[in-house]
């Protein structure tokens, strides 16, 4: 017992990020296999995670309205100029004083509301443990650090915990679920074990566990190598460069390992580019913007993957433009629009691909924002609204939609709202769809325990 004891301690202090990926040796990575192995059952068949990042602080309380009622006046009076008008009403198994309606831009996911295939989750955000409004007027509250730190606050909702503040490490939640799920990422027996874990918006620590990291692609290929791509000598210059790094003999450690690192990359990009280049154009059609060729390109990795044998997959993607401290009223409606075309082509490609009941797609935003204006605009808040889509998800409102007016129970002052659903538990949703054993969330959610009646959206 005090064995397997020592174990899960030490699993639980790697995955919490107390301990970097540099001190590990190979005797702790195994220590860590064998805990894994004793706690965590590998499901079959396929699943994919497709996380959407609205950079920039989504205002989602722009992303509905109130349908009639005080509720609508008390919700133009506060939004002001911001208010927006024709909203399109969704029905739910909540009580919503006024009712409630998406913005017309939203038309495309407000559809998939309607059959059942859209999670609206309301009011969340990051919160350490439940509090009230008064604890934190008081300022008796336990809370987030930086809370309204674009930096700090992605950080946050990507790693999905905060572990003693300002020890968090740098893990992300997908990739320490990956790592405990597959003790064994980069499992050499797959021919592309590099699929699992791929970004198309860079590096991101969502991603980045303890065993395993992002693997960067682009929206419209795969990179290969570019020293001198832009060279008018490229095609002389590059076969010396890659025959000296495949045939020199390096005695130097590093630089042995870079010469691997550096061909294998190459060797993933051309084998990768290989096999887009061999899949059918899809039918679907996705908007001609940078998210839309996010997540076509997402809807074929997804193909290759499940091709492959791969039996979990996740992929990273994001949009910018989310700030709207100014010029709210003409950029917001914009990018909501954007957002909810490409969701809903992308779910339209999942059905074309026979995966919709495979993947979940959801959204992820540093913080919501004020329910006030400052006159052109809104200011950085905290709780809000994201979305769960896939084939899997059972469409509802979860948590509480509060009234989107100053003075709402939740309003902690200034239009700021205080989220009712923390991150960890919308996250734990996720994971348990995904895969990870349910006595296993609290440690891959540390903050989870502290929380009742965490939402189902499967």
Request: glycine share 8%.
């Amino acid at each position: 017992m005090e064995s397997l004891n020592t174990r899960r301690s030490f699993l639980k202090k790697s995955l919490y990020g107390s301990l970097g990926l540099s001190a590990f040796t190979s005797t702790q990575f195994a220590l860590v296999n064998s805990a894994l192995a004793q706690q965590i059952v590998t499901p079959g068949g396929y699943k994919a995670l497709v996380c959407i990042f609205l950079y920039g602080g989504n205002d989602s309380f722009n992303m509905f309205t109130p349908m009639e009622g005080q509720a609508l006046v008390d919700y133009k009076n506060t939004r002001q100029s911001l208010a927006r008008e024709n909203a399109i009403e969704i029905t739910s198994q909540q009580q919503i004083e006024g009712g409630i309606g998406f913005v017309p831009e939203m038309a495309s996911l407000k559809n998939l509301y309607d059959q059942g295939k859209l999670a609206i989750q309301a009011n969340v955000g990051s919160l350490l443990q439940p509090t009230t409004v008064t604890e934190i007027k008081n300022k008796q509250a336990l809370l987030p650090n930086q809370l309204y730190s674009h930096s700090s606050q992605q950080h946050t909702w990507q790693r999905g915990a905060e572990l003693n503040q300002n020890q968090t490490g740098h893990t992300g939640w997908a990739g320490r679920m990956f790592d405990l799920m597959q003790p064994n990422p980069r499992d050499a027996t797959q021919q592309f074990p590099y699929m699992q874990n791929m970004s198309l918006n860079g590096h991101n620590i969502w991603q980045s566990g303890l065993m395993t990291s992002p693997y960067s692609v682009c929206a419209t290929d795969v990179e290969t190598m570019n020293i001198y791509k832009f060279h008018h000598l490229a095609s002389i210059r590059k076969p010396i460069v890659e025959n000296y790094v495949n045939n020199t003999v390096h005695e130097h450690l590093l630089a042995k390992e870079y010469s691997k690192i550096l061909m294998g990359a190459e060797k993933n990009a051309r084998e990768l580019n290989t096999q887009l280049a061999q899949q059918p154009i899809l039918n679907t059609l996705f908007p001609e913007n940078s998210l839309g060729d996010q997540l076509q390109q997402v809807a074929q990795l997804m193909r290759i993957g499940k091709q492959q044998g791969l039996g979990r997959q996740v992929f990273f993607v994001g949009m910018g433009g989310f700030d709207t401290h100014s010029n709210q009223s003409s950029q917001h409606p914009k990018l909501l629009a954007t957002l909810s075309d490409a969701m809903a082509s992308f779910y339209n490609a999942t059905i074309e691909l026979s995966m919709e009941h495979e993947v979940t797609s959801f959204t992820m935003s540093d913080f919501g924002r004020t329910l006030t204006s400052n006159g052109d605009g809104t200011d950085h808040g905290w709780g809000g609204h994201q979305f769960i889509l896939g084939g899997a998800v059972q469409g509802e409102i979860y948590g509480n939609m509060p009234r989107h007016t100053v003075g709402a129970e939740e309003d902690i002052g200034s239009g700021h709202m205080m989220p009712t659903t923390a991150t960890e538990q919308m996250f734990a949703s996720l994971a348990s769809w995904y895969g990870v054993n349910h006595n296993m969330l609290n440690t891959l959610f540390p903050n989870l325990h502290n929380f009742d009646n965490n939402p189902n959206y499967f």
